[in-house]
């Protein structure tokens, strides 16, 4: 099993696909935002749901490359002006 593992994470740190799970710090430090403001946006539908890291548990997290995208199209928002 760990070497499937091993494999599995060699087979994706190759092909540039790997998944990252980013916290609830590193998203408001990626944001540049408090941690009040994050929930408050999560709260008004203004920016992605965490996820449950494991079943049952209070742990949520981030795929870094949605928090990316939203940042993206937060940005492409503003050049259209839609801001």
Request: aromatic residues 8%; proline residues 2%.
């Amino acid at each position: 099993m760990a070497q499937k593992y091993k494999d599995h994470l060699n087979s994706n740190h190759t092909t540039g696909s790997s998944v990252q799970v980013i916290r609830h710090v590193k998203v408001c430090s990626k944001l540049q935002i408090s941690s009040a403001k994050l929930f408050d946006m999560v709260a008004k539908q203004q920016f992605i749901k965490p996820f449950t890291l494991i079943p049952g548990g209070r742990a949520v997290g981030w795929l870094e490359r949605d928090v990316d995208q939203w940042i993206l199209s937060r940005k492409e928002a503003a050049n259209k002006g839609a801001i």
